[in-house]
C-alpha cells in the first residue's frame, strides 16, 4: 500500500505558503515522523502580489499556523478590515451606499429581522439599524482596544495586508519554524506513473522532484491541473462579465491620514473600483468587463477616481491584469490538487480568493489521505465541495449586480438582465420575495457566505419583498425591536470605547499585543 509521506506544493504566491504552512502545521511532525513538505517556486515568475482583503477567517487560519498577530501589523503593513462598504451599486446617485460588515445581525436567529425592519424602520438602512458595525466604520473605529489579546475581537474582523510582504512573512515562518524546504527553481516537464499519477517534476536546475501528493499554487498558469492533466475551466463570464482589473498603489495626503477599516467597493460605468486602506498607502484598482469597455477608457476611470478621492497628481501607471472568470472542472485529480488561482478565480468583489485557499488547506489537511488507496475517495469528497462553494460565489457575487436599478450604461443593463442569472440564485430570489434568507437555503458544513450575507446585501440593494409580514399580536411586542435597541445600545456604548484605527495600528507598531 503506497504512503503518502512526501508532499509537493508548487508556487510560493499566498496560496502556496499558505497552503505548506497548513499543512506543516499539522502533519510535519518533528525528527521526520510526520509529512515531508517542500514547496517548489521558480525565481523567475513572482506572485501576482495583489490579494490585499481577507476574511475573519485569515485570524483562525494564522493563529493555527503559529504566526503572530502582532508581526503580521508589524511586517505585512496590515490593518484591520470590518467588511465592505458599496458606493454607488443601487442606482448611482451620490448618497447610494450601504453596507455589508462582518458581524452578524443582532439576535439574527432569534427574530425576523427584516419583516420588522421592513413594517416599521425602512427610514433607516437595513445593516445600520441590525448591527453596530456599520458605525464603527463610519466613525473609523478600530474593532478592539489596545489591550485586547491578540486575535481576540470586540467587533469581528480581517486584515487588508500588502499581499507581497503577506508571502514572505509566511515563506520565513513555513522555513524557520514550521519545517517546510524551500527550492527555488522552474518546473519544467512532468514524470509519470503508468497509471497516470505524477511521479515526479522535472526542475531546471535542480533535477527531479518526487512526491506522493502535489498541490498546484502555480496560479493562473495552473501548471500541472491545467496544462499536464487538462482540466479545464467552467468559465463564468455569462454571469460575472469582468475579466480585466487595473491596480495602483496611491501615498496618502498625509502620515496622519485616516485609514479605512472597511474595502470601498465603487461602482463605475464599467465595473468597480477597490479602495483599501493600509496604514502606508492605498491599494486602489478597477476591476472592469473588456466587453463592455476599453483598456484606455477604464484607466481613466481609475484615474478620475483617485482624483476624486485626494490621491496624487500625476499618478503613477496602474498594472493591468486579465483572467478568464470561472473554476477548474474538478480541483482534485489523480494525486494533484489544484488550490489558489490555479483552481479558479472571478473577481475580488468580496475577497472570497483567500478564504477558499484558507477552506481548501484546511479540507486537504484534515482529509490528508494516509495512503493512494485512500486518494480517490477523499477526491471525490474534496471536488464535489468545492464546486459547491465556487458555484455559490458565483451566486452570491451575482446578487451584488443583478438588483441594481442603474440603467446608465450597456454594463449595468446587462447585469439587470434575468437572462444572466444563476439557476439557483433566481430560485431563490422568488423564495425572497415572501420570507429572508434562512440557514435553511444553505445548509451544507462551513458555508462559504452565511445567509445573513445574502440578508446584507439583499437589503442593501433595495430588494424588498412583497408585504405581508404578520404584525405582532395585540399587546405583544416584535423581539426584532428589542434586538434593534441591543444593536443602538451597542453602537452607543462602543463609540467612545474604541480607539481610532490608526491609533490603534500605531500602538501595535510600537508596544505589541497582548499574547494569550
Ligand atoms: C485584481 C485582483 C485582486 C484580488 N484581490 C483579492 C482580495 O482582495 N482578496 C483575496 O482574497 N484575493 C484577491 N485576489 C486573489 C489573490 O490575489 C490570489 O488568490 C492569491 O494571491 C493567491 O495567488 P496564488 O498563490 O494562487 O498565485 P500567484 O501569486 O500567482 O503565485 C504563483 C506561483 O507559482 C509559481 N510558478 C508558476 N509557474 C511555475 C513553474 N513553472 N515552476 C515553478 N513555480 C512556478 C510562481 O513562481 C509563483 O510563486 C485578487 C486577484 C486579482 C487578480
Given at each position: 500500500?503506497?504512503?503518502?509521506?512526501?508532499?509537493?506544493?508548487?508556487?510560493?504566491?499566498?496560496?502556496?505558503?499558505?497552503?505548506?504552512?497548513?499543512?506543516?502545521?499539522?502533519?510535519?511532525?518533528?525528527?521526520?515522523?510526520?509529512?515531508?513538505?517542500?514547496?517548489?517556486?521558480?525565481?523567475?515568475?513572482?506572485?501576482?502580489?495583489?490579494?490585499?482583503?481577507?476574511?475573519?477567517?485569515?485570524?483562525?487560519?494564522?493563529?493555527?499556523?503559529?504566526?503572530?498577530?502582532?508581526?503580521?501589523?508589524?511586517?505585512?503593513?496590515?490593518?484591520?478590515?470590518?467588511?465592505?462598504?458599496?458606493?454607488?451599486?443601487?442606482?448611482?446617485?451620490?448618497?447610494?451606499?450601504?453596507?455589508?460588515?462582518?458581524?452578524?445581525?443582532?439576535?439574527?436567529?432569534?427574530?425576523?429581522?427584516?419583516?420588522?425592519?421592513?413594517?416599521?424602520?425602512?427610514?433607516?438602512?437595513?445593516?445600520?439599524?441590525?448591527?453596530?458595525?456599520?458605525?464603527?466604520?463610519?466613525?473609523?473605529?478600530?474593532?478592539?482596544?489596545?489591550?485586547?489579546?491578540?486575535?481576540?475581537?470586540?467587533?469581528?474582523?480581517?486584515?487588508?495586508?500588502?499581499?507581497?510582504?503577506?508571502?514572505?512573512?509566511?515563506?520565513?515562518?513555513?522555513?524557520?519554524?514550521?519545517?517546510?524546504?524551500?527550492?527555488?527553481?522552474?518546473?519544467?516537464?512532468?514524470?509519470?506513473?503508468?497509471?497516470?499519477?505524477?511521479?515526479?517534476?522535472?526542475?531546471?536546475?535542480?533535477?527531479?522532484?518526487?512526491?506522493?501528493?502535489?498541490?498546484?499554487?502555480?496560479?493562473?498558469?495552473?501548471?500541472?491541473?491545467?496544462?499536464?492533466?487538462?482540466?479545464?475551466?467552467?468559465?463564468?463570464?455569462?454571469?460575472?462579465?469582468?475579466?480585466?482589473?487595473?491596480?495602483?498603489?496611491?501615498?496618502?495626503?498625509?502620515?496622519?491620514?485616516?485609514?479605512?477599516?472597511?474595502?470601498?467597493?465603487?461602482?463605475?460605468?464599467?465595473?468597480?473600483?477597490?479602495?483599501?486602506?493600509?496604514?502606508?498607502?492605498?491599494?486602489?484598482?478597477?476591476?472592469?468587463?473588456?466587453?463592455?469597455?476599453?483598456?484606455?477608457?477604464?484607466?481613466?476611470?481609475?484615474?478620475?477616481?483617485?482624483?476624486?478621492?485626494?490621491?496624487?497628481?500625476?499618478?503613477?501607471?496602474?498594472?493591468?491584469?486579465?483572467?478568464?472568470?470561472?473554476?477548474?472542472?474538478?480541483?482534485?485529480?489523480?494525486?494533484?490538487?489544484?488550490?489558489?488561482?490555479?483552481?479558479?478565480?472571478?473577481?475580488?468583489?468580496?475577497?472570497?480568493?483567500?478564504?477558499?485557499?484558507?477552506?481548501?488547506?484546511?479540507?486537504?489537511?484534515?482529509?490528508?489521505?494516509?495512503?493512494?488507496?485512500?486518494?480517490?475517495?477523499?477526491?471525490?469528497?474534496?471536488?464535489?465541495?468545492?464546486?459547491?462553494?465556487?458555484?455559490?460565489?458565483?451566486?452570491?457575487?451575482?446578487?451584488?449586480y443583478a438588483l441594481t436599478r442603474r440603467r446608465d450604461t450597456p454594463y449595468w443593463r446587462d447585469h439587470a438582465d434575468p437572462a444572466h442569472l444563476?439557476?439557483?440564485?433566481?430560485?431563490?430570489?422568488?423564495?425572497?420575495?415572501?420570507?429572508?434568507?434562512?440557514?435553511?437555503?444553505?445548509?451544507?458544513?462551513?458555508?462559504?457566505?452565511?445567509?445573513?450575507?445574502?440578508?446584507?446585501?439583499?437589503?442593501?440593494m433595495?430588494?424588498?419583498?412583497?408585504?405581508?409580514?404578520?404584525?405582532?399580536?395585540?399587546?405583544?411586542?416584535?423581539?426584532?425591536?428589542?434586538?434593534?435597541?441591543?444593536?443602538?445600545?451597542?453602537?452607543?456604548?462602543?463609540?467612545?470605547?474604541?480607539?481610532?484605527?490608526?491609533?490603534?495600528?500605531?500602538?501595535?507598531?510600537?508596544?505589541?499585543?497582548?499574547?494569550?
Amino acid at each position: 500500500m503506497a504512503e503518502v509521506r512526501h508532499v509537493v506544493v508548487v508556487g510560493g504566491g499566498s496560496a502556496g505558503w499558505l497552503t505548506a504552512a497548513v499543512l506543516a502545521a499539522a502533519h510535519g511532525a518533528p525528527g521526520g515522523a510526520g509529512l515531508r513538505i517542500t514547496l517548489l517556486e521558480s525565481p523567475d515568475i513572482g506572485p501576482i502580489g495583489v490579494g490585499e482583503g481577507t476574511w475573519p477567517t485569515m485570524r483562525d487560519t494564522l493563529r493555527g499556523i503559529g504566526v503572530s498577530e502582532t508581526a503580521l501589523f508589524r511586517e505585512c503593513d496590515a490593518a484591520f478590515k470590518q467588511g465592505s462598504r458599496f458606493n454607488g451599486w443601487v442606482d448611482g446617485t451620490p448618497a447610494d451606499h450601504y453596507h455589508h460588515p462582518f458581524v452578524l445581525p443582532q439576535g439574527y436567529t432569534e427574530a425576523n429581522l427584516a419583516a420588522a425592519w421592513l413594517a416599521r424602520h425602512t427610514d433607516v438602512p437595513f445593516a445600520d439599524l441590525v448591527s453596530f458595525q456599520p458605525h464603527l466604520c463610519a466613525q473609523g473605529r478600530a474593532p478592539k482596544q489596545a489591550g485586547t489579546p491578540e486575535y481576540a475581537a470586540v467587533a469581528n474582523y480581517g486584515y487588508h495586508f500588502d499581499a507581497g510582504k503577506f508571502g514572505a512573512m509566511l515563506r520565513r515562518h513555513c522555513t524557520e519554524h514550521l519545517g517546510v524546504r524551500h527550492l527555488l527553481d522552474a518546473v519544467v516537464g512532468v514524470d509519470s506513473h503508468d497509471n497516470g499519477d505524477i511521479a515526479a517534476l522535472r526542475t531546471k536546475s535542480q533535477g527531479e522532484v518526487a512526491g506522493d501528493l502535489f498541490i498546484d499554487c502555480t496560479g493562473m498558469a495552473s501548471l500541472l491541473l491545467g496544462a499536464h492533466y487538462g482540466v479545464e475551466i467552467v468559465q463564468q463570464r455569462h454571469v460575472l462579465f469582468n475579466d480585466r482589473a487595473l491596480a495602483l498603489q496611491v501615498p496618502y495626503a498625509r502620515e496622519d491620514s485616516p485609514i479605512a477599516t472597511q474595502t470601498i467597493a465603487t461602482a463605475q460605468a464599467c465595473g468597480w473600483v477597490w479602495d483599501i486602506g493600509l496604514p502606508t498607502r492605498r491599494g486602489v484598482g478597477l476591476v472592469y468587463s473588456s466587453a463592455h469597455t476599453s483598456d484606455d477608457a477604464a484607466e481613466q476611470v481609475l484615474l478620475r477616481h483617485v482624483r476624486s478621492t485626494g490621491g496624487p497628481e500625476p499618478v503613477a501607471v496602474p498594472r493591468k491584469l486579465s483572467f478568464l472568470p470561472g473554476y477548474r472542472r474538478k480541483f482534485w485529480h489523480r494525486n494533484c490538487v489544484a488550490i489558489g488561482l490555479s483552481a479558479g478565480f472571478v473577481e475580488p468583489l468580496e475577497a472570497s480568493a483567500l478564504a477558499l485557499v484558507e477552506l481548501s488547506a484546511a479540507l486537504l489537511s484534515d482529509d490528508m489521505p494516509a495512503t493512494r488507496e485512500a486518494m480517490d475517495i477523499v477526491a471525490q469528497r474534496f471536488n464535489d465541495t468545492f464546486t459547491y462553494r465556487w458555484q455559490r460565489v458565483v451566486d452570491f457575487l451575482k446578487l451584488h449586480y443583478a438588483l441594481t436599478r442603474r440603467r446608465d450604461t450597456p454594463y449595468w443593463r446587462d447585469h439587470a438582465d434575468p437572462a444572466h442569472l444563476p439557476e439557483r440564485l433566481r430560485g431563490l430570489l422568488t423564495l425572497w420575495r415572501h420570507r429572508p434568507p434562512s440557514r435553511r437555503d444553505f445548509d451544507r458544513a462551513e458555508e462559504l457566505f452565511p445567509s445573513a450575507s445574502y440578508q446584507y446585501v439583499l437589503y442593501g440593494m433595495g430588494f424588498r419583498p412583497e408585504p405581508g409580514a404578520p404584525a405582532p399580536r395585540e399587546g405583544h411586542t416584535d423581539p426584532a425591536d428589542a434586538y434593534f435597541r441591543e444593536a443602538a445600545a451597542l453602537t452607543r456604548r462602543m463609540l467612545p470605547a474604541l480607539p481610532g484605527h490608526r491609533e490603534l495600528i500605531d500602538h501595535i507598531q510600537r508596544h505589541g499585543m497582548l499574547r494569550v
